[in-house]
C-alpha cells in the first residue's frame, strides 16, 4: 500500500488533476491520495491558502467578504469545468467553507486556522469526486474519520500517538481514500493545522499509521539535486538519500521537502519517494534508513548565507566553570536561538542567523556580556555564510575533510570557521558571504565531478 | 634592565650556583635574579619544596620535626658548603625557618604556604650572599620591600595592581637585587603563594614592575621545542613565538612556562627568552608580541589525551531555545570543566578530560541529561585525544586547514573531531588516543619538514 501526497503545483489545476489520476491508475498500491490546496498556476498566480488568509482578515474587519469569498469559489470552478465534472460539489464547497465562517467568526484564531484548511479539506472533496467520475473507486475521508488527531493550538498541531493506532483501521478500506492535508482535529474537536510543513507531515503521518510501503511526496521537480541549482548550473541529481542526511540537509536550505514532515516515518523505516508529478517516469529521489554510501559518501552540499558571529575573549575564561553557561544564558533570556558554539582557550564563538539579532537585541546582548561576564573583547562579525557538506559514514572516513579543505584551498577560499564532530553526517564550513559561491562550485566538483572508484576519497 | 629568573634544577646545587654568577656577570643589564627553591640534583632526588612540606606535615602531627628540620639546612649548608661561603648564612637561615613555624604553627594553611615559601625566600640569601663573596654589589630583597602585594587566601595569591608601582621604585637601585619567586605578601601581612606557575609569575610581575627590556626564563633545555619530543625525535626549536601562540600550546601540554606566568608581561609587550642555564650562549625561544609569521607560520603542535566526549541527540534540538544552556548548567552544578562543544542540529557533543567525570559524576550527570533534557539518545565515549595546531594568522590564511587534513589522511588518521574559527592562533582536532603519535608526526612534517617557500601553504 502507497500513499501519495500531492503538493499545491500538482493540484493547481484541471490538467494538473488528470496528471494525478493518472499517476494514481498507473499503480494498484496507490491507494491513498494526501492533497494540498490549489498552489500557484503560474508564476505571480495567487495561491489558494492567500486567497483564504485574505478572505479571514476581511471577515475580521467585520465589512462584506463576498468578493473574497467568490473569488476562492471560482478557482474551485475552474477546476471543475476543466474537469468536466458536475458543478454541484461547488455549491457543497461553497456551503462547506460558509458553515466554517459562521461557526467560528467570533474566535479569530480559530477562523484563521479553519479557513486555511478549508483549502486542503475541499480540494480533497474535489479529488474524490474526480477520480469517482473517471469510475473509480474512490472516497473523500476527513481527518477526523481518519482518526488523525493533534493537540488543540492554532496554526501549531502536533500530532498525538493515538492517532497512528486509528489511521491503520484504514488499511481495511478498499477504495482510493483522499485525505485532505495540513490539518488534523484536536480531542476538543477543533480543526488544528500544522505549523510547518503542511500537507507533506499528514503524508508522513498516515504512512506511518497504515505502514504504507511507501510514501510518495509529489512535487513539480524531478528529483531533489545535490547542491543549490542557483550556485551550480544543472547539479547531479540525488538517487537515494537517508533520512539523516535529508534533515540536515533540508535544514540548511534545501527546500523541497520539509524536513520535520519525515519525523513519522523514520521510526517506522517507510521510504519516501519525492517524484514529479509532470514527469513520473522519472525514478525521483529516494528517501531511506540506510544506503550504502561507499559509491557516493558525499549526499549534498548545503548553503545558506546571512549568519554573524558574537566573538567573546576573556583571559583565563576556560578557568571560569559556568562561563559559557552564563554566555548562553543571556542569548536565551533574549529568546536568541544560535547555530554553533566553537571555543578556544580564551575565547568563544556564538554563530547565529543575522535575522536573530533585530529589534535592539544587539546592543542589549553585548551590554549585557560586558557587564555580567567582564570580558576582555566582544564584537560582532556579520557577512557569515555556512556550508554543509553532508554524507553517512563522514566521521569514520579517513580524509573526508581533506577533501573538503582541499577544495576551499583551490578556490582560494579562506576559512572562518570549521565544525566537524558532533553530527556524524556532516561538517560544516563558514566563510565570507561574498566567496560562498566559489566555494561551493568548489566542493561540487570535488565531491560530484571527480572520477568515483572504491580508492579514492 | 633586564630580570632573570632561575628555575629549580639551575639553582640545585653549588655547580648551577656558579653558572647562574656566571650568568650573571656575563650581562650588565641582568639586574634583578629571581630564584626558586633549589630543585632536583638528579633524577630521584627530592625538591625542597618537597621536603618542606614533609615538614609541615610532621609539625602538624604534634611530633618532633628536628629531622625533617635538619634535612632541609643540611641542603642549603651542601650547597654554601660547595661555593665556599661563610656557614653562618645556614644559620640564618635556620632561624628565619623556626620563627616561621613558631609564628604559624597554630594556623595549618597559613603554615604550609610560608614553610613552602621558605624554600625560595631561603636560597634568595643564598644566592645573594655567594653573589657578594664574589664582589658583586648584590642584595637580597624580600618581596615585601620589593612591593609584591597579593590577595590573601593562602596558596591562592592574586597579584594587587599597586605592586607594579611599588617595584617601579627598583629601578632607581644600583645593585643586582636578588628576590626570591613564588609568593608574596598580602595586605594584612601574610606570606601568600601563588596558585601555579611560582617563580615563573614572579619575575614575570617584577619585568612588568620595572618595564625591563627582557625577562629571561632560565631552565634546563635550550629551548622550547615545537611539537612534545616524546613523540617526534629531536623536533626543531622554535626561535619565536608570540604571546598568544605560547598561551595555546602551554594550555594543551608544553610545561616548559606556565603560561598564566606571561600575562603580567603582555600587556607592557616585554618579550621573555626561555635559556638554558647549562648551555646560556645558545639564543633560546623568544616570546613576543608579534612575530613575522610567513615563513613559519605554525609555531607548534601540541597533544594531549585522556580526553573524553558526552554526545547528546534529540530530534528537533534545534528548536529548543535553552537546550543548549540547560545542558551546561548540569555541568555547572557538577563543577565541571569542558573544553569545547561541537553541535549540530539535532545533536551536541561537549568534550571533556575524563578526570572530570570521577566520583560518580558521569553517572549523575548522565542521569539527569536523560531525565531533564528528555533526550533521544546520550553516550560517553572515551579515549580522545586533542591536537592543537598553533600559529599567527592562522584563520586568515587560504589552505592552512587543508595542509592539516591532509597530513591526517595521509597518516590514515580519522578525524573524530575538527574545531576551528574560534581562536585566531590554533585550529584543534580530536582523533582517537590510539592514532595521536602517527598523527602528530605526520602533522610535524608536514609544517616542519617540507620546503619553505613564500608560496606554498
Do not use: W
Not at 9 to 27: G, Q, T, Y
Not at 111 to 130: I, T
Not at 237 to 254: N, Q
Amino acid at each position: 500500500m502507497k500513499v501519495a501526497k500531492f503538493g499545491g503545483s500538482s493540484v493547481a489545476s484541471a490538467e494538473k488533476f488528470m496528471k494525478v489520476a493518472d499517476i494514481v491508475m498507473a499503480d494498484q498500491e496507490r491507494r491513498i491520495v494526501v492533497v494540498s490546496a490549489p498552489g500557484k498556476r503560474f508564476k505571480d498566480d495567487v495561491k489558494m491558502t492567500d486567497l483564504l488568509i485574505a478572505l479571514t482578515n476581511q471577515i475580521l474587519t467585520g465589512n462584506s467578504y463576498a468578493e473574497e469569498f467568490k473569488a476562492i469559489i471560482v478557482r474551485y470552478k475552474e477546476i471543475a469545468d476543466g474537469l468536466k465534472i458536475k458543478s454541484y460539489i461547488c455549491d457543497e464547497i461553497a456551503e462547506n467553507l460558509q458553515d466554517i465562517i459562521d461557526t467560528y467568526k467570533e474566535d479569530a484564531n480559530r477562523l484563521l486556522d479553519s479557513v486555511k484548511a478549508s483549502g486542503e479539506d475541499n480540494n480533497a472533496r474535489l479529488m474524490a469526486f474526480y477520480l469517482q467520475s473517471l469510475g473509480l473507486k474512490a472516497q473523500y475521508v476527513n481527518p477526523k474519520e481518519a482518526g488523525i488527531f493533534v493537540t488543540d493550538e492554532p496554526g501549531n498541531a502536533q500530532v498525538l500517538e493515538q492517532s497512528y493506532r486509528e489511521l491503520a483501521n484504514l488499511r481495511k478500506r478498499e477504495e482510493i481514500l483522499v485525505i485532505p492535508g495540513f490539518f488534523g482535529y484536536s480531542e476538543q474537536g477543533n480543526i488544528v493545522t500544522f505549523p510547518r510543513g503542511g500537507s507533506d507531515i499528514t503524508g508522513s503521518i498516515v504512512a506511518a499509521g497504515v505502514k504504507a510501503t511507501m510514501y510518495e511526496n509529489f512535487t513539480d521537480v524531478d528529483s531533489i539535486v545535490c547542491v543549490n541549482p542557483t550556485i551550480v548550473e544543472k547539479p547531479k541529481d540525488i538517487k537515494e538519500i537517508t533520512y539523516r542526511e535529508m534533515r540536515e540537509l533540508s535544514y540548511a536550505g534545501f527546500s523541497v521537502f520539509h524536513d520535520e514532515a519525515l519525523h513519522p516515518v523514520v521510526s517506522q523505516k517507510i521510504p519516501v519517494c519525492v517524484k514529479n508529478t509532470n514527469n513520473p517516469q522519472a525514478p525521483g529521489t529516494l528517501i531511506v534508513a540506510e544506503r550504502d554510501y561507499l559509491k557516493q559518501q558525499v549526499a549534498g552540499i548545503a548553503s545558506d548565507e546571512g549568519f554573524c558571529s558574537i566573538y567573546v575573549s576573556k583571559y583565563l575564561m576556560n578557568r571560569e566553570i559556568g562561563f559559557g553557561r552564563r554566555l548562553l544564558q543571556i542569548l536565551e533570556d533574549e529568546e536568541i536561538s544560535y547555530e554553533h558554539t566553537p571555543s578556544g582557550i580564551d575565547d568563544m564563538s556564538i554563530i547565529l542567523r543575522k535575522c536573530q539579532l533585530t529589534n535592539g537585541k544587539e546592543e542589549r546582548v553585548l551590554e549585557r556580556i560586558q557587564k555580567e561576564l567582564k570580558v576582555d573583547d566582544v564584537k560582532v562579525q556579520y557577512g557569515l555564510a555556512l556550508i554543509m557538506v553532508v554524507g553517512e559514514g563522514m566521521t569514520s572516513s579517513v580524509g573526508v575533510a581533506a577533501k573538503a579543505t582541499n577544495a576551499f584551498a583551490e578556490a582560494g577560499v579562506n576559512l572562518e570557521l570549521i565544525n566537524q564532530g558532533s553530527s556524524e553526517v556532516s561538517m560544516m564550513f563558514g566563510v565570507k558571504e561574498t566567496e560562498l559561491n566559489k566555494a561551493v562550485q568548489s566542493l561540487y566538483k570535488a565531491y560530484f565531478e571527480q572520477p568515483v572508484s572504491a580508492l579514492t576519497l
